[in-house]
């Protein structure tokens, strides 16, 4: 533990809700808490050990809704109170990253910190804490506003791009501008330029160059947060935060920061990535049987079906009988079966659910 910098800190975002993973992800109890990939680790629970692979596990705070704590401190029994950070309310990246940021800046102000989801899928371990260490080193010695991209394997049209300065040879690269999720030919033409790459929402700043791109950029979120500062690590902070969170604006940490700085710059990742956003980007993840169905907990019979996606309980046995390219899922009170190509749709999905059937569904 002790041979960790103690300057190194991390914020782990675990607060979304993952309604593309309906029926396994549910509002009371969200993707990033469900052992996804059938490993036997929950993501946030895999998320944390990757973290603390570099990072002391005392300085690993998780940000995540209120409603969620009892399950950070279930998965994760060893983090202390100090470490799990709440938001009272939804209110996109930008104003919990603010806030944490603050905290963590009174705690140390040497700090450098990585922002990283909790539901992320990395296989090379090793090159991810690599790259992350290149970004410290970076941000501790520069006023930087670092972030990882991901070397664009198809034209995606579901993620953001970054387009960075071309001509540098550097593994660091000046970012030049961030742009909005592209339609295919856009996206095409990003990956023929060659010079842009997905963006991932994994961050690395120092305390200090976050906190004052927030008050040159933000000056009102800024404001409002910093007016609690004499309290932040206190217990008094709870009760400034539950009156003020409230009021701070809807807002994303790309549009409110990244976009908008000069001091911009981003890691090409070497390693391999997968943002498991829906099931198809699990199936891509999990291991398939001859038939290319990717089978998690069940016991399947699968006949003239391939390219399914079949999630159950464990040992539940499940017969296919000419199924292409489905999405079968069985919790509980719910049973999913729906074309892969679909599967954007499932959020629509789930609103006629609660709509016709209870919220209880969701």
């Not at 993952?18 to 929950?42: A, C, E, I, N, Y």
């Not at 909005?180 to 700043?205: C, H, R, V």
């Not at 290319?292 to 907990?297: C, D, E, G, K, L």
């Not at 959020?347 to 919220?359: C, D, H, I, R, T």
């Amino acid at each position: 533990m002790n041979s960790k910098n103690k300057n190194y800190y991390a914020i782990l975002m675990a607060g979304g809700v993952g309604s593309r993973f309906w029926p396994v992800s549910t509002q009371d109890f969200p993707k990033q808490f469900h052992d996804m990939l059938g490993t036997g680790d929950t993501l946030i629970q895999k998320t944390f050990h990757r973290l603390a692979q570099l990072i002391p596990e005392e300085n690993i705070f998780i940000l995540t809704n209120e409603r969620y704590n009892d399950l950070v401190f279930e998965q994760l029994p060893t983090v202390t109170k100090r470490q799990v950070v709440l938001e009272p309310a939804m209110r996109n990246t930008a104003p919990c990253i603010l806030y944490a940021s603050l905290k963590i800046q009174k705690e140390n102000e040497d700090a450098v910190m990585i922002v990283a989801p909790s539901d992320h899928w990395i296989e090379d371990e090793k090159a991810f804490s690599d790259n992350v260490k290149a970004a410290f080193d970076f941000c501790e010695s520069n006023s930087a506003l670092m972030t990882l991209g991901i070397t664009p394997t198809f034209p995606n049209t579901g993620y953001g791009y970054i387009e960075y300065d071309k001509s540098s040879q550097k593994e660091i690269k000046s970012v030049n501008q961030f742009r909005e999720k592209p339609d295919y030919e856009t996206a095409k033409s990003f990956i023929d330029q060659g010079n842009f790459l997905w963006n991932a929402g994994i961050f690395m700043w120092s305390a200090k160059t976050v906190v004052a791109a927030f008050k040159n950029n933000q000056p009102k979120l800024f404001e409002l947060f910093e007016k609690g500062y004499s309290v932040y690590n206190t217990e008094f902070e709870d009760d400034f935060i539950k009156e003020n969170y409230v009021k701070a604006e809807n807002i994303s940490v790309d549009y409110a920061l990244m976009e908008k700085s000069e001091n911009v710059y981003v890691i090409p990742a070497t390693f391999d990535w997968n943002d498991l956003g829906t099931w198809g980007s699990l199936y891509d993840k999990l291991d398939k049987d001859e038939n290319n169905n990717a089978i998690v907990n069940a016991k399947a019979l699968t006949d003239d079906s391939n390219g399914n996606m079949i999630r159950t309980k464990g040992d539940k046995v499940v017969v296919v009988d000419g199924l292409k390219d489905y999405i079968i899922v069985d919790k509980d009170e719910v049973l999913l079966i729906f074309p892969k190509a679909k599967e954007q749709d499932i959020k629509k999905v789930l609103q006629n659910v609660k709509a016709n059937f209870g919220e209880e569904y969701g």
